[in-house]
């Protein structure tokens, strides 16, 4: 595939997106092929390596691209026509069109190699979106990308921040969410969903400038982070985030605690959790509070906070914690000591 363009006189981009290795697969592509002049790309990357790579790609001083996504957009190099996806089926389908984007910007014929691990049982939905980037190949795709995303995962952010109307108004989300919401009550199929609440937690949390620099970027990780709703759907983003652009800073590490947080004090073992006056109080409901073990309960809590206090009220067990040093990592790990008392309880 590669050594097929240079022989042509033309360049490749090699999309591998982990951050963590991409070094040592530029450097089994630079032995592969040693005729080829090798670059890398990525987001952890100041501003200025970055510049000067995408230049010296640019000016032909390098053959092929070893890159992340942040290929994605912006990036118009004619003379760039074959691209190579590793681990196609773990991005989403309207982000592997844009990424496909990035070839086939002459008249030259381009190439999209979209490979995944040998032998990977791949589920339902990763087998529909390779099957739907295959399908839709010619000039003009976007629209039909856009509905078969749509109907494979449901409604997304697909159409971004550019469309018009209504729909620009409200965010394509919550359109999505207010249309389903008229089709249910119409149908007499409507369904309560409780959303996490955001809670009041004064953290000192944001994505720095140097962990990642597009603002775009920034923008989406932060509505990923806050519309979890799940533990599960929150260990998947900041594995992703790692994987792109490394080990958590501080910062981002408190918006992820944050919404950890957040999630697990909407557990059925919980009440109700407020804010008093510099401290937490965590309510837990009256089933809970009677088949909870009280020394177990009491020793846990006293390891991990300093001066807690424990109360029962109306047959309820309060816990109050001072929010003071890390009180919120303690929180979130007596918090996964509470639930998982709670299912193995069920």
Not at 5 to 20: I, P, S, W
Not at 27 to 54: C, F, Y
Not at 118 to 141: D, H, P, Y
Not at 238 to 247: F, M, P, R, T, W
């Amino acid at each position: 595939m590669i050594e097929r363009e240079l022989g042509r006189k033309g360049q490749v981009f090699y999309l591998h997106n982990q951050t963590a290795n991409i070094e040592s697969v530029a450097n089994e592509i630079a032995r592969l092929v040693p005729q080829a002049k090798i670059g890398i790309g990525h987001g952890r990357m100041s501003k200025d390596e970055l510049e000067k790579v995408m230049q010296s790609f640019v000016d032909k001083e390098y053959d092929v691209l070893v890159c992340t996504t942040i290929i994605e957009t912006g990036i118009d190099i004619p003379n760039a026509n074959t691209i190579i996806i590793e681990n196609a089926d773990r991005f989403g389908l309207s982000q592997l069109y844009q990424i496909k984007g990035r070839v086939g910007r002459s008249e030259r014929l381009a190439y999209a190699y979209l490979l995944y691990a040998k032998n990977k049982q791949m589920n339902e939905e990763a087998t529909k979106r390779l099957k739907a980037i295959k399908e839709f190949a010619q000039l003009g795709s976007g629209y039909k990308i856009a509905m078969r995303d749509l109907s494979i995962r449901g409604s997304g952010d697909i159409l971004g921040g550019e469309q018009a109307g209504f729909i620009d108004t409200v965010g394509f989300d919550m359109y999505m969410k207010i249309l389903q919401e008229a089709i249910d009550e119409k149908t007499g199929n409507k369904k309560e969903e409780q959303e996490v609440p955001v809670q009041n937690v004064p953290v000192d949390g944001y994505i720095p400038e140097n962990y990642v620099e597009n603002d775009m970027a920034k923008l989406n990780l932060y509505q990923r982070i806050y519309k979890a709703q799940h533990l599960t759907q929150l260990q998947s983003i900041e594995k992703e985030l790692q994987d792109l652009y490394g080990k958590l800073p501080r910062e981002v590490a408190n918006i992820v605690l944050k919404r950890q947080y957040e999630i697990l004090c909407t557990e059925p073992f919980i009440d109700e959790v407020k804010d008093v006056g510099g401290n937490v109080e965590i309510l837990l409901t009256q089933q809970f509070s009677n088949h909870i073990a009280g020394d177990w309960l009491f020793e846990l809590v006293n390891r991990l906070f300093e001066k807690p206090q424990l109360k029962y009220v109306k047959n309820e067990i309060v816990i109050m914690i001072p929010t003071i040093g890390q009180w919120l990592p303690h929180t979130i790990e007596l918090l996964n000591e509470l639930k998982n008392k709670n299912e193995q309880s069920l």
